[in-house]
C-alpha cells in the first residue's frame, strides 16, 4: 500500500539534545513537508522540500533542519536551539505541478516531549 | 500576507442533521486552491474536499460539500446527514497557485465538531 510513515510515533528528549524524526514516503511523490501543530492550533509549517536535494524554510525553520537526499525521504532534525519543541510533527507529501488539486497527503505524525 | 480565519473554536451537531463550519481567506492572489482537512483523535490529516478560486461550481464529495463565496472570500463546510465517526477537528487551509505556489498550505485554526447521540 501507498503512503506515509512517520517514525517513531511517540518521542522523548531531554533538553540539549538533538533528535531526528523520519519521514518515509512510496507515493512518488515530488514534494514533501513539515509542520508542527501545537494543542488545539492549527499547522504551521517548518521546511519543504520541492526536488531531491533542495528544500527551503518554512514559516517557523529556526531550531530545526533537514535534509532530502531521496525523493522518498526527508527527515527532519530538532535542534538543542529549538527553545520550545514539544509538539505534534507532521509530515506531508504531494505532486508538485502548477495546478490544483494536488492535495498533500499527511503521516500519522510523531509527538515530541521534551523532558 | 495569506491568511485562513476559523471562527468556531468547538461546534456541536445533533447527529443525522447538517452542520456548517465557517472559513474566512485572506490573499490579493487571483489563483489558489482551498481544501478542508479532518483531524480525529489519532492525529492524522484526512482530505476531505477540494476548490479552486476559478471553479464555478461549488464542490461536493459525498456528504462534504464547500459553500464558496468568492466575493465574500469564504468558503465553508457543509456535512450532511452527521455522523458519530464525524466528531474531530476540522482544518480549512488555502495554497496559493502559480507564480505564487511553492505548494505550501496555510491552515487555519481549526474547529472542533462534537456529534451528539
Known amino acids: 500500500d501507498g503512503g506515509i510513515t512517520q517514525s517513531p510515533k511517540y518521542l522523548f528528549r531531554k533538553e540539549g539534545q538533538n533528535v531526528t524524526l523520519s519521514c518515509e514516503q512510496n507515493?512518488?511523490?515530488?514534494?514533501m513537508y513539515w509542520y508542527r501543530q501545537d494543542p488545539g492550533q492549527g499547522l504551521r509549517l517548518i521546511y519543504y522540500?520541492?526536488?531531491?536535494?533542495?528544500?527551503q524554510k518554512g514559516d517557523i525553520a529556526e531550531g530545526y533542519s533537514v535534509s532530502r537526499e531521496k525523493k522518498e525521504s526527508f527527515p527532519l532534525t530538532v535542534t538543542s536551539a529549538q527553545k520550545n519543541p514539544t509538539a505534534f510533527y507532521l509530515c506531508?507529501?504531494?505532486?508538485?505541478?502548477?495546478?490544483?488539486?494536488?492535495?498533500?497527503?499527511f503521516g500519522p505524525g510523531t509527538r515530541l516531549t521534551v523532558l | 500576507a495569506q491568511k485562513i480565519t476559523q471562527t468556531q473554536p468547538g461546534m456541536f451537531v445533533q447527529e443525522k442533521e447538517a452542520v456548517t463550519l465557517d472559513c474566512t481567506y485572506d490573499t490579493s492572489d487571483q489563483s489558489y486552491g482551498l481544501f478542508w482537512y479532518k483531524q480525529p483523535s489519532s492525529g492524522e490529516m484526512i482530505f476531505l474536499i477540494y476548490?479552486?478560486?476559478?471553479?464555478?461550481q461549488n464542490a461536493t464529495e459525498g456528504r462534504y460539500s464547500l459553500n464558496f463565496q468568492k466575493a465574500r472570500k469564504s468558503a465553508n463546510l457543509v456535512i450532511s446527514a452527521s455522523q458519530l465517526g464525524d466528531s474531530a477537528m476540522y482544518f480549512c487551509a488555502m495554497r496559493l497557485h502559480p507564480p505564487g505556489n511553492t505548494g505550501k498550505l496555510i491552515f487555519g485554526q481549526g474547529t472542533t465538531l462534537q456529534v451528539k447521540p
Open positions: 522540500s520541492q526536488i531531491v536535494n533542495d528544500f
Open positions: 476548490q479552486g478560486s476559478y471553479d464555478e
Open positions: 506531508a507529501s504531494s505532486i508538485f505541478s502548477g495546478l490544483a488539486p494536488n492535495e498533500q497527503f
Open positions: 507515493l512518488n511523490h515530488d514534494a
